[in-house]
C-alpha cells in the first residue's frame, strides 16, 4: 500500500511538470521515462544569422531571422536522458512556455533536428556553435498557431511528434543511458518561448 501510495505521489509531480513547459518522451510500451529539464545557461542558446552565439537571452526566438532580436537557430540540450541503447520511442514533444505581452500571429515554419552525436556537449558563445553541429537526418517540421502570452499560464504550445529525432539518437551504437541530447529548432516566422534566464527550470523547456 505505500509503495502504491509512493508511485501515485511521482505521478502526480510528473504531470505537473508536464502542465509547465515540457518535451515528453514515452518508450515503446508507453510509459514516460521521466522529466528531463534545461538547469543551466549553457543548456539553452540562439544563434544569430551572422553565427553570434546567445547564452543568456531572456527569451527564445524561434524563426525570427530578422529584426533586432534575429536567432537563425534555437539549441536546446536535455541532459541525463534515462533511455537505453536502442530503446524504442513511442512518443516524444517539447512543450514551451510562451513568452512576451502581444499575439505573435506571423506564419511560422519551423523545422527541428537532432544533433547526430551520442553525447552533445554544452552551448557556448563561440560563433557558429549550433549552425557547426552534425545533424540527424530526420526532421519534423512544425507550424505553430498563433501564441497569445497573455495564457501563458493555461496554454502550453506543443511541437509535433519528435518520436523519430530521439529514435536516432537512441540507435547510435555509442549511445549510453544517461547521455545528452540536443535539439536545433531553424525556419522562418516569429514564436517566443521562455528560456532557462527567463523563466529558471520551471518554465523553460523540459524533457520527460
Partial sequence: MAAQRLLAFFCVVASTFAVVATSAVRADDGAAKSTFTINRTEDDAEEGSDGTVDLTNEDLDLGQLSGFESAARTGLRFDGIGLSQGEKIRRAFVQFTMEGYRIKSKPTRLIIHAELTANPEPFEEEKHNISARKLSEASVAWSPQPWDPTRAKDEK???PDLSQLIQELADQKDWEEGNAIVLIIS???????VSFDGGGREAAPMLQ
Fill in 157 to 159: 504550445p506543443q511541437t
Fill in 187 to 193: 525556419g522562418d516566422g516569429e514564436r517566443d518561448a
